[in-house]
């Protein structure tokens, strides 16, 4: 294991990082959740740095993704969507590493993405219900039955917060995970000669 730092290297981390700031700025609400759930593509870096680097430098991807987003945007969410942004990004981006490092095969490939795909869909459904919507409610004073009932308008049966995670959080990360996952299949082949010639942590 190389555990090197170098100039290079560092400089790859710090790239990606930023495009994956900037695209994380570049977001839209989808149909099948709430507009204040919005869909970006920033992970799309991570998980190319991810299967090109290793873990950790996805970690430091991650890292720096959030602290350049925070730059150019302050938080208007007292540093919740920061943190969980973070956290279930850095689970399918590190899980993705951690397996395909195992089995570096276009098959090994495929397992990690599908992997790494269903840990982030879990962990964000499972934080969205159990952390992130009770803190929207005591922050912004919103009655949960209001986030419930804009979810009502798009899925008819959604009644409560088990039900609004399970129909609109879960398919929303789900449909997010899918585009970065075909996208850095389509990019990767053609991207990872330039992060491969020279070795970094991983």
Known sequence: MNR?????NISIIAI????????????FPIFIAPSFYKLDLGDLPCLIGAFALGPLPALFIQIIKILIKLMLK??????????AAFIFSSVFCVSAALIYR???TRRGAFKAIV??????VLAATIGNYAFIIPAYVNMYHMPLE???DMGTQIFPIVHDKLSFVLCCVMPFNLIKA?????LT????????PLLKRQKVLN
Do not use: H, W
């Not at 990606?16 to 977001?27: C, W």
């Not at 302050?74 to 943190?83: D, I, N, R, W």
């Open 4 to 8: 090197t730092l170098n100039v290079r």
């Open 16 to 27: 990606l990082g930023a495009l994956g700031a900037v695209l994380m700025l570049i977001d």
């Open 74 to 83: 302050p938080t208007s969410t007292a540093f919740v969507g920061e943190l």
């Open 102 to 104: 195992m089995d570096k």
């Open 115 to 120: 992997i790494s795909t269903v840990l982030m």
């Open 146 to 148: 209001a986030i419930i």
């Open 178 to 182: 899918i585009l970065v996952d075909v």
């Open 185 to 192: 299949l389509v990019l990767y082949k053609r991207i990872s």
